[in-house]
Nanobody
Framework: QVQLVESGGGLVQPGGSLRLSCAAS????????MGWYRQVPGKQRELVAA???????NYVDSVKGRATISRDSAKNTVYLQMNSLKPEDTAVYYC?????????????WGQGTQVTVSS
């Protein structure tokens, strides 16, 4: 099992920046990829950015050029730096980890952190 704890959300003005953190614990060596998703009421959860264990990132088109996902292996932490924030970035952001443990795929989620972009 992998446990994820997010932090760093809050209220930000349009054009501002923030950094989300996701600390992983448990069977971290079984993690193949980690990512950040977001969800607004009434809509499906969408992938924002992901990074593989090898360090390859990918981003949803709406955040390309504004977001950077990175990982600190020593701290078992993944970060999402977001700049030039827009009101449409407002959502609950969830950390996600995917991997395989004892031959069984897992898909773990954090509790979510609210990001509100508003003046």
């Amino acid at each position: 099992q992998v446990q994820l704890v997010e932090s760093g959300g809050g209220l930000v003005q349009p054009g501002g920046s923030l950094r989300l953190s996701c600390a992983a614990s448990g069977s971290i060596l079984t993690i193949a990829a980690m990512g950040w998703y977001r969800q607004v009421p009434g809509k499906q959860r969408e992938l924002v950015a992901a990074i593989t264990s090898g360090g390859s990132p990918n981003y949803v088109d709406s955040v390309k050029g504004r977001a950077t996902i990175s990982r600190d292996s020593a701290k078992n932490t993944v970060y999402l730096q977001m700049n030039s924030l827009k009101p449409e970035d407002t959502a609950v952001y969830y950390c996600n980890a995917k991997g395989k443990l004892l031959g069984v795929n897992f898909n773990s989620w954090g509790q979510g952190t609210q990001v509100t972009v508003s003046s």
